[in-house]
């Protein structure tokens, strides 16, 4: 879970936090967080 966890974080660092981002980094945490609850 935490090499998981890392590599979401070092994919979030390639996109600049936006409005445009927004919904990516929403769908990208309740995907992380349902793999979480599945694992």
Not at 12 to 36: A, D, Q
């Amino acid at each position: 879970i935490r090499a998981l966890l890392e590599k979401v974080q070092e994919n979030w660092k390639l996109f600049p936090y936006g409005k445009e981002n927004e919904i990516l980094h929403k769908h990208t945490m309740f995907t992380f967080k349902m793999s979480v609850l599945f694992l």
